[in-house]
């Protein structure tokens, strides 16, 4: 899953494909570059940020302007490579529904259904897939909030939870693929154990994804070995580290932001599974 953020202030790429032409030809060469799906994002969820439900009904990025931003890029990209996978990285199920009617197939929300209690029935009626991710409170929360005993735990209870809700509406389980969210609302550590004990995840019975491209406690762990910080575009070896691990433990789909590297990596670590399956 390759990433494809339209916004101006994400926190991995600071607004590089904010323009809609360069976010249209940006897509099309993730796919060139071996992208099984394209993640398109209209509104940075990165730590500090208000959300839906932080200002009273009125969230940091509109339903409106979300829109502005991606269905120029979904409406192009399907237009030119209609056999493309989309997805549209939201939370807001008005904005869900627009990209889905442009094109998109999969609704990617980064708050599980938490966030707009109308996206679970939306999805269902539109018998889209869906990737329920968990996030650890808000990002306006995350830089104040205390560490978990147990963040594998609550997880993969949340999770669980998460699936309640998407079934109580409808949602197909043949649909469903979940999140554990690194980064989302997690300290270092906890991210640590995510990643070590990702496997355990898959008892829960659906498919699996992992985002852990470019997040920051691949950073930190990076910046103590060269002693000082490193940017975004600096973690592709850590990424790709990260990504590994979570293919070997059975990651079904991993997002990315350097695809072309991932996919040969990825290569690998497949051929690693397949061997020892």
């Known amino acids: 899953m390759g990433v494809l953020n339209v916004t101006p202030?994400?926190?991995?790429?600071?607004?590089?494909?904010?323009?809609?032409?360069d976010a249209i030809a940006h897509g099309l060469t993730l796919l060139d570059e071996g992208a099984d799906i394209l993640d398109v994002?209209?509104?940075?969820?990165?730590?500090?940020?208000?959300?839906?439900?932080?200002?009273?009904?009125?969230?940091?990025?509109?339903a409106e302007e979300e829109l502005d931003r991606i269905l120029p890029v979904i409406e192009a990209i399907h237009a030119q490579r209609p056999k493309a996978v989309i997805s549209v990285?939201?939370?807001?199920?008005?904005?869900?529904?627009?990209?889905?009617?442009?094109?998109?197939?999969?609704?990617?929300?980064?708050?599980g259904f938490l966030w707009d209690r109308a996206m679970a029935s939306t999805c269902a009626g539109l018998h889209c897939g869906v990737v329920l991710m968990h996030t650890h409170g808000r990002p306006r929360e995350w830089?104040?909030?205390?560490?978990?005993?147990d963040m594998v735990g609550e997880v993969e209870h949340?999770?669980?939870?998460?699936?309640?809700?998407?079934?109580?509406?409808?949602?197909?389980?043949?649909?469903?693929?979940?999140?554990?969210?690194?980064?989302?609302?997690?300290?270092?550590?906890e991210n640590y154990s995510l990643q070590a004990d990702f496997?355990?995840?898959?008892?829960?019975?659906?498919p699996l994804l992992a985002g852990a491209?470019?997040?920051?406690?691949?950073?930190?762990?990076?910046?103590?070995?060269?002693?000082?910080?490193?940017?975004?575009?600096?973690?592709?070896?850590?990424s790709l580290a990260a990504m590994t691990a979570c293919i070997?433990?059975?990651a079904h789909i991993v997002r990315v932001h350097d695809v072309k590297p991932s996919v040969e990596a990825a290569a690998v670590a497949d051929a690693i599974v397949a061997v020892s399956e």
């Open 158 to 189: 949340d999770l669980a939870n998460r699936v309640q809700t998407a079934f109580g509406a409808g949602v197909e389980r043949d649909r469903i693929v979940l999140d554990p969210g690194f980064g989302f609302g997690k300290n270092h550590d």
């Open 213 to 238: 491209s470019r997040k920051s406690f691949l950073a930190r762990m990076i910046a103590q070995r060269i002693g000082r910080e490193v940017s975004p575009t600096e973690r592709l070896y850590g």
């Open 41 to 62: 994002g209209g509104e940075s969820t990165r730590p500090g940020v208000a959300t839906l439900g932080d200002t009273g009904d009125r969230p940091f990025v509109s």
């Open 89 to 111: 990285d939201t939370y807001k199920s008005q904005v869900a529904r627009a990209a889905l009617d442009a094109g998109a197939e999969i609704v990617n929300d980064v708050s």
């Open 199 to 206: 496997g355990r995840f898959h008892r829960m019975g659906f």
């Open 9 to 21: 202030d994400s926190f991995s790429d600071g607004g590089r494909y904010a323009a809609p032409a």
């Open 248 to 250: 070997l433990q059975g």
């Open 143 to 149: 830089k104040t909030q205390g560490p978990v005993a």
